[in-house]
């Protein structure tokens, strides 16, 4: 029975990967899954394709770990290749987006059926405002809101300027709350 060496910093587990220790990767897979998943999810409005396109990621992950710089962040590389699965993901889908029944809700109490009709809205409505605004600017506002990344981050993320970074955050945050206002008003002339 083979004694197997516990490693339990991110750098030691990296550089075991990047040797080929798939359990390695696995502990890497499981420590950033959930945030990987809830960027693409931001990314794509679906379970599903968030599942597809975060799966596509850490294979890509995989095949590409030799060349990753273990002194790089690896978070922010990981999440440079969900947003480009994401996107490859998107572009793949030709049907118009169908709304998944499961959302990324979490409630301590158990709403009450319009309680729960209006937080369903409220999602549908934020995620198709996120789906209609242009690729490079959802991007940035889901790494940033979502990913919780620096403008740094994001920069570094995405290969851009930060300053390409600040216009394309300011562009998606104006876009979104012009949409959300409209639709208030729209709500509020309904009930009139």
């Known amino acids: 029975m083979a004694l197997v060496k516990t490693v339990d910093t991110e750098l030691g587990l990296i550089e075991q990967a990047q040797q080929g220790d798939r359990n390695a990767f696995g502990e890497l897979v499981r420590r950033h899954y959930e945030s990987v998943v809830h960027v ?19 294979l890509r992950a995989w095949i590409n770990l030799p060349s990753f710089e273990p002194r790089a962040n690896l978070r922010n590389w990981l999440y440079r290749i969900a947003v480009n699965a994401a996107l490859d993901v998107l572009r ?49 506002l889901v790494l940033r809101e979502y990913g919780e990344l620096s403008y740094q981050e994001i920069a570094s993320v995405l290969d851009i300027p930060i300053g390409t970074v600040m216009s394309r955050l300011n562009y998606a945050r104006n876009r979104l709350r012009e949409v959300l206002q409209s639709h208030a008003q729209e709500m509020e002339n309904a009930h009139a």
């Open 40 to 58: 693409v999810y931001r990314m794509c409005g679906e379970v599903q394709l968030a599942e597809d396109a975060a799966q596509e990621a850490f």
């Open 92 to 140: 793949r889908k030709s049907e118009t987006f169908v709304e998944d029944e499961e959302t990324l809700m979490v409630s301590d109490q158990m709403p009450g059926p319009e309680e729960t009709l209006i937080r369903k809205e409220q999602v549908e409505l934020l995620q198709r405002a996120l789906r209609n605004l242009p690729e490079a600017s959802r991007s940035v």
